[in-house]
């Protein structure tokens, strides 16, 4: 496994992160095809003998139990101090209003049975708070010792600035990394959010790097219970089926090229595109078995034109 800081933190992650939205009871109705405690333990012991010691969850996966498996989990397997415990907030009455932000940080905590958030992340941009409340809210949980560094979600990228702008004429704590919808049937953030992280040495650590499986197998759909179920990606994807499916092919020649699988050469992607740990959901052991494999892809400059010529603009997902 490699490893890199988040930002200005000083906290040490693993170039993966395991996405826990795959975990959760499916009785809460969000996902039929969450796993159950022991299945989610499993995958979530396996990427720790990966290496891999940097975890995403956030209060609104399967309300709440995907905190609570991924807390036991860890209880179970690993030191508190040796592993990067991210959740979020946004998905809960108020928002990033300060009383939202001071009431869930304590759900969170409790559900994950620990102390202290390593990373505490935004899910989204709240139209209806004032900067300066979240901003002086969220400063306020560094300063009390409940979390260790901030996060954000996606947004627009002038929405980040401006948060980042707060932060510093004010004294609170900025933001060290941004979760962004990033992959290469996706690639809107260039644009503007992503230069802007970049200028502000914030790190990249994108969801849905896989475009949900779109850019790890040779066909457009599963024969799984997710693909079959999941109107959120195919909301994402489906209206642009063909113009992506010819970025498909070109992944997928690139893994005959370097006998590789389609998911490694995605990730190896990410990396040549700056990407400092993509959020990696897996309900199988063998998937993150294939993610780590994109290190001994030798992707070059060429290979990443070669994926990204026939990208066209694509309506914007993500950002409210």
């Known amino acids: 496994m490699q490893y890199t800081t988040l930002g200005n933190s000083g906290i040490e992650v693993s170039r993966f992160c395991l996405?826990?939205?795959?975990?959760g009871d499916p009785a809460s109705k969000m996902h039929a095809w969450t796993l159950n405690p022991e299945a989610s333990e499993k995958i979530i012991k396996h990427a720790l003998d990966l290496g891999i010691?940097?975890?995403?969850?956030?209060?609104?996966?399967?309300?709440g139990t995907s905190e609570e498996y991924l807390g036991r989990a860890i209880k179970n397997n690993v030191a508190r101090d040796k592993v990067v415990l991210a959740s979020k907030v946004y998905f809960n009455e108020g928002h990033l209003s300060r009383e939202a932000i001071n009431r869930e940080i304590e759900g969170t905590l409790k559900r994950l049975g620990t102390d202290y958030l390593d990373l505490y992340i935004i899910h989204r941009f709240d139209y209806g708070t004032p900067i300066e409340e979240t901003m002086e809210a969220l400063h306020g949980l560094v300063k009390a010792g409940k979390v260790r560094a901030l996060g954000a979600s996606a947004m627009y990228g002038y929405q980040f600035y401006n948060m980042q702008l707060?932060?510093?004429?004010?004294?609170?704590?900025?933001?060290?990394?941004?979760?962004?919808h990033y992959n290469p049937l996706y690639r809107e953030d260039e644009r503007e959010?992503?230069?802007?992280?970049?200028?502000?040495?914030?790190?990249?650590?994108?969801y849905s790097p896989l475009a949900s499986g779109r850019c790890a197998r040779p066909?457009?759909?599963?024969?799984?219970?997710?693909s079959q179920t999941d109107v959120t990606a195919r909301g994402k994807y489906d209206s642009t089926e063909e113009q992506d499916k010819?970025?498909?092919?070109?992944?997928?020649?690139?893994?005959?090229?370097?006998?590789?699988?389609?998911?490694?050469?995605?990730?190896?992607?990410?990396?040549?595109?700056?990407?400092?740990s993509p959020v990696v959901g897996a309900t199988k052991e063998k998937y993150l078995d294939d993610a780590v494999k994109a290190f001994d892809v030798p992707l070059t400059e060429e290979d990443v034109a070669y994926i990204d010529e026939p990208y066209l603009p694509h309506k914007i997902v993500g950002a409210l």
Request: charged share 15%.
């Open 53 to 63: 010691n940097f975890f995403d969850t956030a209060n609104c996966y399967s309300a």
């Open 219 to 226: 066909n457009w759909e599963a024969d799984t219970l997710r």
């Open 166 to 180: 707060c932060a510093r004429d004010n004294g609170f704590t900025p933001f060290v990394s941004m979760q962004n």
């Open 246 to 276: 010819v970025i498909a092919a070109r992944i997928q020649a690139l893994a005959e090229k370097y006998q590789a699988s389609m998911t490694a050469v995605t990730f190896a992607w990410h990396f040549k595109k700056g990407v400092a």
């Open 19 to 23: 996405g826990c939205m795959s975990f």
């Open 193 to 206: 959010l992503i230069p802007v992280c970049r200028q502000m040495n914030v790190a990249l650590t994108p």
